[in-house]
């Protein structure tokens, strides 16, 4: 009796190989992204290609030549620095009051709870003329710094205080505790469970918040416009350096103010991403 040989099929190896996984999307889904993805192109990729194309419209040597002009080179790098300083101080400032409303229990919580969103409620032009009225020239508590560069810094940090600390706060409230008692008990000093357990958890959250804080101080208008004075190569930021091209006819030059801070805006959200991603790996 002759036994048949036995033949073995080797599956190719996927080592190195990258394996795409498989759409699990229905026909409902399907149609669902569908229908997200074509709205979202009439909100935002179709006007965002426009503003790119009229910005270009006039050709390179006409968009270099306008970022380059002292006004708008000027407005720009006072709109990025201090959009930075502030996303800065934001990261730092929403990431410890989120733990105060989170872990600690006082007096007045609930009103420091209100008081925080109030930015998000008050028309601009509001906030503008709150801060105007506390930190102008009439100033009730002596300080005056109406039409300076910290008069933009303050009203970027009104207008985008509530971020990360409401991009925070959700998470830290589902953080066991009990994760940082057991680093705490296996010999892990208060340095290390904050670095290596708490930051790296949050650090999704930061980014998030420091992102939306980033993007919504490049783009503020309303709040700074009384208190900065909009004074050239000094208080004056893109936002207002745009309509002043569109109020004098400069279309292309507008666009191409506002595709830099896009640009910008890009890349700064692209950064934080990859940075949180680090540190949560590393954590």
């Known amino acids: 009796m002759t036994l048949a040989p036995v ?7 996927t080592k190195g190989r990258r394996v795409v996984p498989r759409s699990t999307l229905t026909k409902g889904s399907g149609l669902a992204l569908g ?6 192109s009439i909100l935002v990729l179709i006007p965002l ?3 790119v194309g009229t910005a270009l419209a006039g ?23 201090e959009a930075g300083l502030v996303t800065a101080l934001n990261v730092v400032m929403g990431t410890i ?22 930015p998000f409620a008050l028309p601009t032009i509001v906030a503008g003329l709150v801060l105007l009225g506390l930190y102008g020239p009439r100033s009730p508590i002596g300080i005056d710094v109406a039409n ?45 469970t904050l670095f290596r357990v708490v930051l790296p958890a949050l650090a999704p959250a930061i980014a998030a918040g420091a992102a939306l804080s980033f993007a919504r101080a490049v783009s503020e208008y309303g709040s700074l416009v009384l208190i900065s004075g909009n004074l050239a190569l000094r208080t004056e930021v893109t936002s207002v350096r745009i309509l002043t091209y569109i109020e ?6 507008a666009a191409a103010v506002a595709t830099v801070i896009l640009i910008v805006a890009l890349i700064v959200i692209v950064a934080l991403d990859l940075l949180q991603r680090r540190i949560a790996r590393r954590g």
């Open 97 to 118: 009051i989120a733990f105060v409303l989170v872990r600690d229990s006082f007096p007045g919580r609930r009103l420091l709870e209100i008081i925080i969103d109030v």
């Open 35 to 40: 229908i997200a993805v074509l709205w979202f």
């Open 248 to 253: 004098g006819g400069q279309g292309a030059q």
């Open 7 to 13: 033949t073995t099929t080797r599956r190719p190896s």
């Open 148 to 192: 300076t560069r910290s008069a933009v810094f303050l009203a970027f940090a009104f207008v985008t205080l509530p971020f990360v600390v409401r991009a925070v706060q959700p998470v830290l409230q589902e953080l066991d505790p009990e994760v940082e008692q057991a680093a705490r008990s296996l010999g892990a000093s208060g340095r290390q």
């Open 49 to 51: 290609a426009v503003v």
């Open 59 to 81: 050709g390179l040597p006409q968009f270099w030549n306008t970022l380059t002009n002292p006004q708008t080179l000027a407005a720009i790098l006072l709109t990025l620095g």
